[in-house]
């Protein structure tokens, strides 16, 4: 390595390693907003996985002649990355019967990985070089790290993500200017690195982002007059708001409204959608003619002039139910900032001013945080239909984390309704049942957890056409609320499903089914739960805070089915999105296989024993399943997923640094005790560090989660520096692709264990995994110096 100067490959190192993490973070916006949610989380695997290719090639290169020319390849991936991902449409539901899809997929992977195989190249030429110093430069580039979290998510809230690429793109130039020793062309690097910052703050059109052809947000534009009328960015979300693409939602709407329906604008969140705003004043015969016809509209017969709690309200449909039914108080959770902040501002006209109403609220947190943050008691809690209907044949947010529909969320909106309060939960309806059969579990869950054991005389379901409505009461329901219930749905034709007194012959009259499935399995669950839910086609186990996945359906006995319709289906996954995360396993681990077996075979005495390939593979295993169940988790403590990979990944990178550069001082054996030690304490007192959060304001709840983070950061940065210092130098490439291919396997491992055994599980794992790092350190060679 030619620069040998150590100030200037520690800056170069800061830059590239700030640039790749502000890559993957963007990455993974634009993986969710581009295509679905579900793909966002094959950013980290694909980052690892193209470190660890770094590794394997520099056992055969282990000096290159110029870090600069390295800085400027990975530079030039970058764009190619963004190019692939922006210009070449994938269609995720027809991999099945589509074989081009395939290739297009395969384009997707190699060309993001590419810029992390060129950064990791970088980062491990500079760790051999460094021999028994390679603490030094791995301190760095965990610092650069953690610097490009921030970095990210600041350009993605000012410039959107197309400029956060620039940006990266930026800092890519930057660290080959540094790299570089010919003068004049660090200067031309410099400047070109400068156009590039340009240009993300004024984006050229040929590089804002394309979405999917197969997006709602994309199919929704196709309609003749449609009209986008608004786009607006944060680091958490894109939205997007579309006029005249003859948008009628109206989730469960009675189909005996007779009435002229209020015109709505479609609003997209992250391309998925659409969630209505409905242009009518609350207040007026319109809005109040609509209401009658709505599933919800019950409750507020039951309860005239209740206080209201809307929680998940979407972009306010439930909120104009509430108010044009004569709720007294409106309280709103602020799910999502960017909506809501749209409605009261740019949107206020074509949402009828909902949010300007003197009788509406809105709270300062997201539904789950509401619950806790609040002592207030409420006539009706109503947990508002916000979701587009989302087939569960498709499987794609089999991923997708829902902590305001878990048991410990019904629980507390339990606790928050009033002696003679009611919750409200509306769920869309499917055959077989999934959704709402699974929300019916949950609420049963949950009010046992109240210790309610008998609920069937506290509890109502009935249904449309397209939802099913559930409402559970605090006090038994009377004969007059009954009759009062009775009445509602003759009114709206809609079909009861359970009623404390249900007759036979009031069952699948108006909305009718071959036979009436949905009374026949909601009164399964109530008579046998357990024996339902394990004999059900479907997983309707409900739902937890350490499982927080309402929309995993997947059982092991709809494999054959499943693999019987591939190729003969538009949707292939059979409700099993489970079973992608099995087939990227296997292309993990066969990649991983080879990135660690071919060094084994022509690495010429430079490989690693048994014990030392154990070792950093359970590094890069544990540090990954660490990290990802603490996002999973912290998200319900911050509130915002994007401020919990702020958080966790700024905090650990950072004081993970600060370890490497204290690792010379440390015992490694003692240091991998603690830490395990320190796991298993995180993992055994974490829900009650983050119930005990939860009320708190912002700042107490995050420097609680920045605490929590410290130690463990700190601890898990010594034993990757420890152990480099405890190999030869020519060794040093392996334990590089080592770690990082273990990395890869461990991301999508942290995906399967979550959905399977629940976040505690995966953080155990994590625990067991340095654990194992412990148990291999025996055998590594003393440190040749210190």
């Known amino acids: ?30 993986f969710a907003v581009q295509q679905f949610h579900s793909f966002a989380f094959l950013v980290v695997s694909l ?50 019967w589509d074989p081009r899809q395939l290739a297009v997929l395969a384009g997707y992977f190699i060309s993001a990985a590419a810029p992390f195989f060129f950064a990791g190249w970088t980062v491990g030429v500079c760790l051999s070089a460094a021999g028994q110093e390679a603490h030094r430069p791995y301190a760095a580039n965990l610092a650069g790290s953690a610097l490009g979290v921030p970095l990210a998510l600041g350009a993605m809230a000012l410039i959107r993500p197309e400029g956060a690429v620039l940006l990266a793109v930026s800092l890519g130039l930057l660290s080959a200017a540094v790299f570089s020793r010919r003068k004049r ?3 031309s690097i410099v400047l070109l690195a400068g156009l590039s910052a340009l240009a993300g703050f004024r984006l050229p059109t040929a590089l804002q982002l394309n979405l999917s052809p197969y997006k709602p947000l994309s199919l929704a534009e196709l309609a003749p007059a449609a009209q ?32 002229d329906l209020p015109r709505q604008s479609a609003l997209f969140s992250d391309g998925d959608g659409p969630i209505p705003i409905t242009s009518v004043d609350p207040d007026s015969a319109a809005a109040e003619a609509l209401a009658s016809f709505m599933p919800t509209r019950l409750a507020y017969e039951l309860r005239p002039r209740a206080k209201v709690l809307v929680l998940t309200p979407g972009a306010g449909l439930e909120a104009l139910v509430a108010v044009a039914s004569g709720a007294s108080q409106v309280h709103l959770s602020r799910d999502e900032p960017l909506i809501m902040d749209a409605l009261a501002g740019p949107l206020a006209d074509r949402s009828g001013r909902l949010l300007l109403h003197p009788g509406l609220s809105l709270l300062s947190r997201p539904s789950r945080g509401a619950l806790l943050a609040t002592e207030e008691r409420y006539d009706i809690v109503d947990f508002g239909l916000a979701d587009p209907f989302r087939p569960v044949t498709s499987g794609a947010f089999s991923l997708t984390e829902q902590y305001s529909l878990t048991v410990e969320a019904l629980s507390a909106a339990f606790s928050h309704l009033s002696p003679d309060g009611l919750l409200v939960l509306t769920r869309w309806t499917g055959t077989p049942p999934s959704e709402a059969a699974r929300a019916w579990a949950t609420l049963l869950a949950a009010m046992r957890e109240r210790g309610i054991d008998e609920p069937g005389e506290q509890l109502l379901a009935y249904r449309g056409m397209r939802t099913v409505t559930l409402i559970a009461s605090r006090q038994p329901l009377t004969a007059a609320e009954l009759a009062a219930v009775r009445d509602f749905l003759e009114r709206n034709a809609f079909d ?18 071959p036979f009436p499935i949905y009374h026949e ?24 805070d350490d499982r927080p996945y309402f929309f995993h359906y997947f059982r092991w006995r709809q494999t054959p089915e499943v693999l019987a319709a591939l190729g003969l289906s538009w949707q292939p996954f059979g409700g099993s999105g489970y079973l992608v995360l099995i087939a990227l396993l296997g292309l993990m681990g066969a990649l ?77 054996r003692g240091t991998l005790a603690v830490l395990s030690a320190s796991l298993a304490l995180t993992v055994v007192s974490l829900p009650t560090l983050i119930q005990v959060g939860l009320p708190l304001p912002p700042g107490p709840r995050l420097a609680l989660a920045v605490m929590l983070l410290i130690p463990l950061g700190l601890l898990m940065g010594v034993p990757f520096a ?15 692709a080592i770690n990082g291919a273990a990395s890869g396997i461990g991301g999508v491992l942290a995906a399967m264990i979550s959905l399977d055994l629940g976040i505690r599980a995966t953080l155990s794992a994590g625990a067991l995994a340095y654990l194992a790092a412990w148990l291999a350190a025996r055998r590594l060679s003393a440190p040749h110096s210190f």
């Open 1 to 30: 390595m030619p620069e040998s100067a150590p100030r200037p490959t520690t800056s170069g190192l800061v830059l590239i390693s700030a640039s790749s993490l502000a890559f993957e973070v963007t990455l993974t916006r634009l």
């Open 47 to 96: 980052a690892v996985m193209g470190f660890a290719a770094s590794g394997t090639v520099l056992a055969f290169r282990p000096a290159v002649r110029s870090l600069a020319s390295l800085s400027l390849a990975y530079s030039g991936s970058l764009l190619l990355a963004y190019w692939v991902l922006n210009y070449l449409p994938f269609d995720s539901f027809a991999v099945a």
């Open 185 to 187: 062309l660090r200067w």
């Open 228 to 259: 986008t009328v608004l786009t607006r960015w944060s680091p958490s979300a894109r939205l997007d708001v579309v006029e005249g693409a003859g948008t009628h939602v109206f989730p469960g709407i009675s189909l005996n409204a007779d009435l």
């Open 496 to 513: 009861p499903v359970w009623l404390p007194d249900l007759q036979d012959q009031e069952l699948n009259r108006h909305n009718r089914l």
């Open 521 to 544: 399995l909601f009164s399964r669950l109530l008579a046998s739960f357990d024996r339902t839910i394990d004999e059900y086609d479907f997983n309707l186990r409900p739902p937890t």
């Open 592 to 668: 991983a296989a080879g990135l660690v077996l071919i060094p084994r075979f022509f690495a010429r005495g430079r490989g690693l024993p048994p014990s030392g390939l154990a070792y950093f593979a359970a590094l890069g295993a544990g540090y990954l399943l660490v990290e990802i169940s603490l996002i999973q988790r912290l998200t319900q403590l911050l509130d915002r997923p994007a401020l919990a990979l702020a958080v966790v990944l700024t905090t650990l990178l950072s004081t993970s640094g600060l370890g490497s550069r204290l690792s010379t001082r440390m015992p490694l």
């Open 722 to 736: 420890s152990g480099l210092r405890r190999i030869e130098a020519g060794a040093i490439p392996w334990a590089w």
